[in-house]
């Protein structure tokens, strides 16, 4: 079970060492605790009297054995204990996964990880709205904008290396998967190469869940039984067009907005039949998501006002989408959540 308790102006004794309570230390004062600390048990005498009787007692598992005693004492006269987990080896790299923006699709590894952080450097796709919430690290924007890179990636990854060999928890907050378009590759290869330790903490793709949000699953029985995820980021080559439209199944598209013009031509030249149905799936999870349906032969024309987060989705599983919607399956649900969110 979980529970909120407002901790402004309220006294909280940290327990643990100082190594193992940086975090929750960190973490206490964030939420306005005012904050007392003991790092070893040895400071409380088991018949003293328990330091300036506290409203919660947060005791970190630093491994040090005899704090027991002293939890116990605070229990049996009516003093909340919470349990804090330790802070992780300092001086590491996480690259996390953000998923599709919204932080009910975080998963709980990269809730830890960002509560574990000393510094989060986070872009545009990322749930970066809530993350004072998710994180009492220094938060950094790196945000990239199409066409507008405020640093570029290997000053990102400079930024990585140094925090972590300063001896930060670095969190590397991406947008979705970040390895899915994301250059986490590049990110892990830089902090190998400099001797810092990494690892990546998978996350929700928008290439399968901005078409959710829309009620449109990338595969059906018997509709469709494969997907391929395309960057849209340059246009593809008339060869790359043949070889999408020859496979069949779905094509997923990141990044198409500004190309869809030219692959909706290309895919139409390789053949594939005007009547494709086709939707595009704007900022997915997000206030003014908005999805635009049409076919191969009319989808640059009816998707001119539609910008960027987007996502693409071609193929016959569009139809399984509005099939449900006219049931007031998942859909129409999504539809009302997308309205309530619009009107928040
Ligand atoms: N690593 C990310 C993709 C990065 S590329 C992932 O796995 O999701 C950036 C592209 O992702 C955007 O141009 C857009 O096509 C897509 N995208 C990411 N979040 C989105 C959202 N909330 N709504 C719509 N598209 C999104």
């Not at 545009?124 to 709205?129: F, G, K, S």
């Not at 904008?145 to 300063?166: C, D």
């Not at 206030?287 to 006002?305: C, K, S, V």
Request: proline share 6%.
């Amino acid at each position: 079970m979980q529970l909120s308790i407002d901790l402004s102006g309220r006294e909280v004794l940290i327990t643990g060492s100082d190594a193992a309570a940086r975090q929750a230390v960190r973490r206490y004062r964030a939420a306005g605790a005012i904050i007392s600390r003991l790092s070893a048990p040895a400071g409380a005498r088991e018949d003293g009297p328990l330091p300036e009787r506290p409203f919660l007692v947060a005791a970190v598992d630093d491994g040090q054995p005899g704090w027991d005693t002293l939890l116990e004492r605070c229990r049996e006269t009516g003093i909340l204990v919470a349990a804090e987990p330790p802070a992780g080896p300092a001086g590491h790299v996480t690259l996390v996964g953000g998923g599709p923006g919204t932080p009910e699709l975080l998963t709980v590894a990269a809730v830890a990880a960002l509560r574990d952080a000393d510094v989060v450097f986070y872009d545009r796709l990322a749930p970066h709205q809530e993350l004072c919430s998710l994180s009492s690290g220094e938060l950094v924007d790196v945000g990239k904008r199409p066409g507008h890179h405020p640093v570029s990636q290997s000053g990102i990854e400079e930024l990585l290396v140094e925090a972590a060999l300063a001896g930060r928890n670095v969190v590397r907050l991406k947008g979705g998967d970040p390895y899915v378009f994301g250059r986490g590759g590049e990110e892990v290869a830089a902090c190998v190469q400099a001797g810092v330790p990494v690892r990546v903490i998978s996350g929700v793709t928008s290439a399968i869940s901005v078409p959710a949000a829309a009620g449109i699953p990338v595969t059906h029985r018997e509709v469709s039984h494969l997907f391929t995820v395309v960057s849209g980021h340059a246009p593809l080559t008339e060869k790359e067009h043949e070889h999408l439209a020859g496979l069949g199944g779905t094509i997923v598209v990141l990044m198409g907005i500004g190309t869809l013009h030219q692959l909706a031509a290309g895919l139409r030249r390789a053949g594939l039949p005007a009547d494709t149905p086709v939707a595009v799936v704007e900022r997915g999870y997000r206030p003014g998501q908005r999805t635009t349906i049409a076919e191969l032969g009319t989808i640059a024309r009816a998707a001119a006002g539609c910008s960027s987060p987007a996502v693409l989705v071609i193929g016959e599983v569009v139809r399984v989408a509005e099939a449900n919607r006219g049931h007031g399956g998942a859909a129409a649900d999504l539809d009302r959540l997308a309205a309530s969110l619009m009107g928040a």
